[in-house]
């Protein structure tokens, strides 16, 4: 377990300063940093850089390929392993196959994009560090905070405390891992 801190966390008192303080910390070189907002606020995700998420891709990759292999599993039994002749019809006729094929990829495309959000928010984590900060409880009620995370490479404990404060922070305390 790393001895060093999680990061340090402030708190603003209003939106547009959370905004500025995210911009002005990202024109000083910051770029490992976490908002808490108990709402939206509308352009925070650019400001903080969001990464792209990978759910939708996974939910794709994933329903294809059950449904694909659905419609292969089905004609190998039906054309292939164990032809049986009912009326005349052919050994492989499509349009049985298809409803157990739509409903493979529902199933798996519904279980991989779980799965993805599940690896996207790194859960499942029963414990982190902001837990222990106080201020962090108030972020779902009426705090707006921004975490500089400690695996930053331009991290100097110092020096983001004075950051943060220049940049008209309430409250700037160091969180612990």
Same mark, same amino acid.
């Given at each position: ?8 966390? %402030?708190?603003?008192? !209003? ?19 976490? *908002? ?9 995700? $650019?400001?903080?850089?969001?990464? #792209?998420? &990978?759910? =939708?891709? =996974? /939910? ?11 419609? %292969?599993? $089905?004609?190998?039994? *039906? ?14 006729? &499509? ?8 409903? /493979?990829?529902?199933?798996?495309? =519904?279980? *991989?994009?779980?799965? @993805? /959000?599940? @690896? ?13 900060? $106080? #201020?962090?409880?108030? @972020? !779902? #009620? ?16 110092? %020096?983001? #405390? ?7 922070? +309430?409250?700037?305390? +160091?969180?612990?891992?």
């Amino acid at each position: 377990m790393s001895t060093g801190p999680y990061g340090c966390i %402030a708190e603003f008192d !209003s939106a547009p300063a959370l905004l500025a303080a995210v911009a002005g910390l990202r024109t000083r070189g910051y770029s490992r940093l976490e *908002a808490y907002t108990p709402f939206p606020v509308e352009g925070l995700a $650019q400001a903080l850089g969001a990464s #792209r998420d &990978w759910t =939708a891709v =996974a /939910m794709l990759v994933a329903g294809a390929l059950a449904g694909a292999g659905m419609l %292969a599993l $089905q004609y190998y039994g *039906a054309a292939i392993n164990y032809p049986i002749n009912v009326g005349g019809r052919p050994d492989a006729s &499509w349009p049985a196959f298809i409803p157990p094929a739509v409903e /493979m990829t529902i199933l798996f495309a =519904a279980l *991989a994009g779980v799965v @993805a /959000m599940l @690896a996207a928010n790194g859960l499942p984590r029963l414990h982190h560090p902001l837990f222990d900060s $106080q #201020r962090f409880t108030r @972020a !779902s #009620r009426n705090g707006l905070l921004l975490v500089v995370l400690a695996d930053d490479p331009r991290y100097e404990p110092g %020096a983001v #405390r004075q950051a943060l404060l220049e940049l008209h922070a +309430t409250h700037v305390e +160091t969180v612990p891992s």
